[in-house]
Nanobody, 129 residues
Framework: QVHLVESGGGLAQAGGSLRLSCAAS????????MAWFRQAPGKGREFVMS????????YYAEFVKGRFTISRDNAKDTAELQMNQLKSEDTAVYYC??????????????????????WGQGTQVTVSS
């Protein structure tokens, strides 16, 4: 049975940092790209960052450029999102997700909600201004 469990959410001040973790089980972790999406109140779920199965390539949404970093540890079946320079608009529920790593695809695949088969339950991030 597949499980993705997020942790590390909470309250931070604007300009501060948080680190989210995602623990995976029930599938071959290194065969899957991992991503973080978020959903703010009253808005749709949006792509944040993703990383390919071998960790060689990452993709990001423009609004996190220079602030967030995604990483993974295939020995521990974990993925992380380091969030720095947080802004109030980063307030959202953050979801970890997994998609099969495919060849000859790029950003459109690794940033699309429909590519991701497995999802975590989400963790709340609240940034106070």
């Amino acid at each position: 049975q597949v499980h993705l469990v997020e942790s590390g959410g909470g309250l931070a001040q604007a300009g501060g940092s948080l680190r989210l973790s995602c623990a995976a089980s029930g599938f071959t972790f290194s065969d899957y790209a991992m991503a973080w999406f978020r959903q703010a109140p009253g808005k749709g779920r949006e792509f944040v960052m993703s990383i390919t199965g071998n960790g060689a390539v990452t993709y990001y949404a423009e609004f996190v450029k220079g602030r967030f970093t995604i990483s993974r540890d295939n020995a521990k079946d974990t993925a992380e999102l380091q969030m720095n320079q947080l802004k109030s608009e980063d307030t959202a529920v953050y979801y970890c997700a997994a998609a099969p790593t495919l060849k000859n695809v790029g950003s459109p695949y690794y940033s699309a909600i429909t590519s991701f088969e497995y999802w975590g339950q989400g963790t709340q991030v609240t940034v106070s201004s």
